[in-house]
């Protein structure tokens, strides 16, 4: 042979008709009717022969006439059957010509063999490519069309492979190049053209090729118009290295083992990638990509990718990496296996798109959204809420205005810029003429042409909410992702209009009364609260009125229930026909009516108005096949000759009703001489003095810690010593303290002598804290924090011994609870809730709020270890709370422990503190100093 084999174990590998276009060569130079090649390497045979579909010689008589040889490792024959022309003599010293021959036709079908196998794997390798490749016939059929070739060239595979693509611009182009193939010029000159997208977009594109046998392959890039003569062709291996190095993406290629840890290694990076994470090629060859990972690394998203590369799949993840320097970036990470010609994984190739500043910016879109959300769920009025997300959209979509149109007459606007006439009328224009793209609005500083994409905000129902609009320079309609990113706008309008709806629903159920459809306590309180301030101001008297109907529970037990709901919309009809317009009228409940008279307050205006009223009742009631005579009585205070607060008028009303209750009917207007409820005014006025007069004093009840027995705490409890009524119980002045605003002086009192006993009782007991409560009127104070800084400074009490502690119903009703406690907490002091369980009981805020301990109320204390049959269910609640503190890291005080066998459930289930009468009832400053300097409660026994 001319040649020796590349490779002997090919031998194996050969089929039957390897060579046989050469035996059919030498049957033809020699006449031969037949021939056979046999070869052998010592361990492996092959044979073939010509004709190939019979066994040469077969038929032949006589021997034939055999040409044996030996070269380079391999021996072998050549036989020829019926031979007429002797074979070619051999006259030199070299290989014989057929063994010559026969070293070319070996060397071609091993060369074959390699190329087939360096196609399979750029095969895979293109398929997996960011960059468009494709390759074509010299006729212009398309033979291959990776996804990338799909994306930038807008044709899926399945419409252009195996034929011409339909594109007229691209099937140019592609002509182009095929004739530049054809006439040999070496580079080919690339291509560059402008293509429309399917979005209606237009897209520059460079297209480079170089020669393949029977045609071309060639690459796809998006550039700009300036680097379009920048590529050059390449054969398919040389390529797909120049599309990997040249790429914008990152390119890592690995093993394909091992991948448990610590995972398989580096064998090739891209320039991208280097620059990307500053690593140099040589710094991650032979390292693993756990070199990328950091703190902040997804482990969800490296667990998603170990289960991929176990199955040999694919996979696609965004995932924070870590540059050389320790910055951090976000990618998106495409990783796919790469299989030789006989299906074996040999390698995984990954591409990484940085893809920080999308994810910063959808971050920032994200925080907008939530304060579009947060403004909502504080109940912002609506077209707060909606001009916020109208702000939002505009800087999500740069360089356009936007609004939320809902449907109207005329259709209400929102957006960030304002409400002033010139934007409501051009924004209504926009919503009315749905059909018109384009419109000459006075926006800016002079008007222009405005083009417009409308969006729908629709509920899950489908039901028209309202319209997105958004107005811009450009007359392109909205892209995929643009639609997205609307749709996303649309979506969050939808959910702010509906939350508002059902908040509407939900006042008009809380605040209306259902029967009559007229505004009840709650709402006409707030009513009053607003009209009461505004008369103040202007310095004009508001009459309050209280009516119910006499002899109407006669009428419910003697006809019904239906029948006297039917008496009271039947009043509440004519009630309203008889006031005014000013007027306001409410039901309190039961058969109780509230009135404001908005018109003259005085004695002849409250006259007319009351003669208007009893007049409605001067006809019969149909009821039921009836006829009912009802009367009302009717009470009138006047504000502000007798009384300023809401709560005060209200029982004015009600007292000077009775007075005309008592007189058998009609109307009676209170007056300060009045019958009114003496004691209760009697026991404020003294209320107003009694700290000024110092008969406040504060007991103190123990806190134990319930493992130890070992005192921790002492909770202030208000008593008022008055010097007539004796001991005044706090259930009769604190709600009264409350209601006048004297709650808010006392409590200051009550915060500042408390810590004063505290810090005089320092020596005796060091750690001992000091728990206070405070009202919902001082939660609310503006100054609190001042207060209880003051307290703490004039006391000379460290922060952490003193406790505050509130309910839960403070804290779920007042909005800004979460700021005031973390300003509480800034100061150093504990807090705890207090009464838990009895109010809202809403979880949510245990993890919300900054607060250090729970205190189980006394009524769920009741039944625990008593014998009772509901013994069980109060054993398991207290557990459950107890369970649940734990698990927050909050510490549990039980009240109520008034018995042993409670204290010993408590102990045994782990409780941190008990208080109670059983460990100690409240006592004064002096009692409980001595029991400090006396001794120290180990047992409750």
């Not at 040999?346 to 959204?369: G, V, Y």
């Not at 009742?617 to 009470?635: W, Y």
């Not at 703490?792 to 007042?814: D, H, V």
């Amino acid at each position: 042979m001319s040649s020796a084999p590349h490779d002997l174990s090919l031998l194996g590998t050969l089929p039957d008709t390897a060579f046989a276009a050469l035996l059919d060569l030498y049957v033809r130079l020699t006449g031969a009717r037949s021939a056979l090649l046999t070869l052998t390497d010592g361990e492996t045979s092959w044979r073939g022969g010509q004709p190939p579909c019979q066994e040469p010689g077969d038929g032949d008589p006589g021997e034939g006439t055999t040409l044996a040889f030996r070269h380079e490792g391999l021996s072998g024959t050549l036989t020829l059957w019926g031979v007429e022309n002797s074979l070619p003599e051999h006259t030199g010293t070299g290989p014989h010509p057929f063994v010559t021959a026969l070293g070319h036709e070996w060397a071609l079908y091993a060369g074959q063999t390699a190329l087939q196998q360096a196609h399979d794997q750029l095969q895979a390798m293109v398929q997996a490519a960011p960059l468009a490749v494709y390759s074509l016939t010299l006729e212009g059929l398309v033979k291959q069309w990776n996804a990338a070739a799909a994306q930038t060239l807008g044709l899926p595979g399945e419409r252009v492979l195996g034929r011409e693509v339909e594109d007229d611009r691209l099937r140019s182009a592609f002509a182009a190049l095929r004739r530049s193939v054809a006439r040999g010029q070496h580079p080919t000159p690339p291509q560059h053209l402008q293509l429309e997208r399917p979005d209606g977009g237009q897209v520059d594109v460079t297209l480079t090729a170089a020669p393949l046998p029977g045609g071309l392959v060639g690459t796809a890039q998006e550039v700009t118009r300036e680097e379009g003569q920048r590529h050059q062709a390449a054969q398919q291996l040389a390529l797909l290295e120049s599309v990997l190095a040249h790429a914008n993406d990152s390119v890592l290629i690995t093993e394909a083992e091992p991948q448990d840890l610590p995972g398989p290694r580096i064998v090739y990076a891209n320039a991208a990638f280097t620059r990307t994470t500053g690593y140099s090629l040589e710094e991650v060859l032979g390292q693993t990509p756990r070199l990328l990972h950091g703190p902040r690394t997804d482990r969800r998203a490296l667990d998603k990718i170990r289960e991929a590369l176990k199955k040999w799949k694919s996979v696609q993840v965004e995932v924070v990496n870590y540059r050389k320097d320790g910055s951090e970036f976000w990618v998106e990470l495409s990783i796919a296996p790469v299989a030789d010609e006989t299906g074996w994984y040999t390698h995984w190739i990954s591409i990484q798109r940085d893809i920080s500043e999308r994810k910063q910016f959808a971050e920032h879109l994200d925080r907008e959204r939530a304060r579009v959300l947060e403004l909502a769920a504080k109940n912002a009025p609506l077209s707060q809420v909606l001009a916020r997300l109208a702000g939002t959209l505009e800087r999500q979509f740069e360089g356009r205005r936007a609004a939320v149109v809902l449907p109207g007459e005329p259709p209400e606007v929102y957006t960030v810029h304002g409400d002033a006439e010139h934007e409501r009328e051009s924004w209504g224009r926009v919503a009315a003429r749905a059909a018109e793209e384009s419109f000459t609005l006075p926006f800016g500083a002079a008007p222009r042409t405005w083009h417009v994409w409308r969006h729908p905000v629709r509920n899950g129902e489908g039901e028209g909410l309202g319209t997105v609009l958004l107005l811009g320079k450009d007359a392109a309609p909205p892209n995929a992702d643009e639609r997205a990113q609307l749709d996303a706008g649309a979506g969050l309008a939808a959910l702010v209009i509906e939350r508002y709806r059902a908040n509407s629903a939900l006042e008009r159920q809380a605040l209306y009364d259902p029967l009559t459809n007229l505004p009840n306590r709650v709402l006409f309180e707030r009513e009053l609260k607003r009209t009461l301030a505004e008369a103040q101001a202007a310095g004009r008297p508001i009459a309050v009125g209280l009516m119910d109907l006499d002899r109407f529970k006669l009428i419910n037990d003697t006809l019904g229930h239906s029948v006297g709901d039917a008496l009271l919309q039947q009043v509440a009809a004519r009630l309203r026909g008889a006031l005014g317009g000013g007027d306001t009228l409410a039901r309190m409940g039961g058969d109780e009516f509230l009135l404001v008279l908005g018109g003259s307050a005085t004695p002849p205006g409250i006259q007319a108005a009351a003669e208007r009223l009893l007049h409605t009742f001067t006809q019969p009631f149909g009821l039921a096949g009836h006829e009912v005579f009802v009367r009302p009585s009717i009470g009138f205070t006047v504000f502000p000759h007798a009384a300023t607060a809401v709560e005060h008028l209200l029982q004015q009303a009600d007292t000077a009703m009775y007075q005309a209750k008592r007189r058998g009917g009609g109307y009676a207007v209170y007056t300060q001489g009045g019958e009114e409820r003496l004691a209760a005014i009697t026991l404020e006025t003294a209320l107003n003095r009694a700290l000024e007069r110092q008969e406040f004093v504060l007991h103190y009840q123990p806190q134990w810690e319930a493992r130890t027995g070992r005192m921790v705490g002492v909770e202030a409890l208000l008593r008022w010593q008055h010097p007539e009524l004796g001991l005044v119980p706090p259930a009769d002045f604190i709600p009264l303290a409350e209601v006048t605003g004297l709650i808010v002086p006392i409590g200051a009192w009550v915060l500042r002598q408390a810590c004063e006993q505290a810090v005089a009782w320092t020596s005796l007991a060091p750690e001992l804290r000091m728990s206070v409560n405070l009202s919902a009127r001082q939660f609310l104070e503006p100054n609190l924090i001042e207060t209880v800084t003051w307290a703490l400074q004039t006391s000379g009490l460290s922060p952490e011994r003193l406790e505050l502690e509130l309910t839960e119903s403070m804290l779920m009703q007042a909005l800004e609870a979460l700021g005031t406690l973390h300003r509480l907490k800034d100061l150093g002091v504990r807090v705890v809730v207090d009464d838990f369980g009895t109010g809202y009981s809403n979880l949510a805020y245990l993890k919300q709020y900054p607060i250090d301990g729970l205190k189980i109320d006394r009524s769920f204390t009741a039944g625990v270890a008593s014998g009772l049959p509901a013994a069980g269910r109060d054993e398991a609640l207290v557990k459950a709370v107890m369970n649940l503190a734990g698990a927050l890291g909050l510490e549990v005080t039980v009240e109520g422990v008034e018995t042993p066998p409670q204290l010993d459930f408590l102990r045994e289930h782990a409780c941190d503190y008990v208080q109670g009468y059983l460990t100690g009832r409240p006592q004064d400053a002096r009692a409980l100093g001595a029991l400090l300097e006396g001794r120290r409660i180990t047992s409750a026994r």
